[in-house]
């Protein structure tokens, strides 16, 4: 054994022990007929089908946000309106 000379490692290889035949060629025939009949799920069907709900997601959480600021505006300017209606009528009150 040399210094510069390193041996290569085994390679793995599994052979495994129950291996039912029948029903790996019933998941063939049914990827075939899936492929066959279109509903084959691809990567590419699979992503065109999840950019729909992703951006249908983001619209309604654009919405939703727009929503919360809508009704933040409306609160505060509630409050305002309370709080300057209370400090008139304070003012009223000690101008008597």
């Given at each position: 054994?040399?210094?510069?000379?390193?041996p290569?490692?085994?390679?793995?290889h599994?052979?495994?022990?129950?291996?039912?035949?029948?029903?790996?060629?019933?998941?063939?025939?049914e990827?075939r007929?899936?492929?066959?009949?279109?509903l084959?799920?691809?990567?590419e069907?699979r992503?065109?089908?999840?950019?729909?709900?992703?951006t249908?997601?983001v619209?309604e959480?654009r919405?939703?946000?727009?929503?919360?600021?809508?009704?933040?505006?409306?609160?505060?300017?509630?409050?305002v309106?309370?709080?300057?209606?209370v400090?008139?009528?304070?003012w009223i009150?000690?101008?008597k």
């Open positions: 054994m040399s210094f510069f000379s390193q290569k490692p085994r390679r793995f599994h052979e495994p022990i129950y291996y039912d035949e029948h029903t790996d060629r019933v998941k063939n025939i990827r007929a899936r492929k066959e009949l279109g084959d799920s691809t990567p069907s992503r065109e089908s999840l950019r729909g709900v992703f249908n997601d619209r959480k919405q939703r946000r727009g929503m919360i600021k809508r009704n933040a505006l409306i609160n505060n300017t509630g409050a309106i309370v709080i300057i209606l400090l008139l009528l304070f009150y000690l101008s």
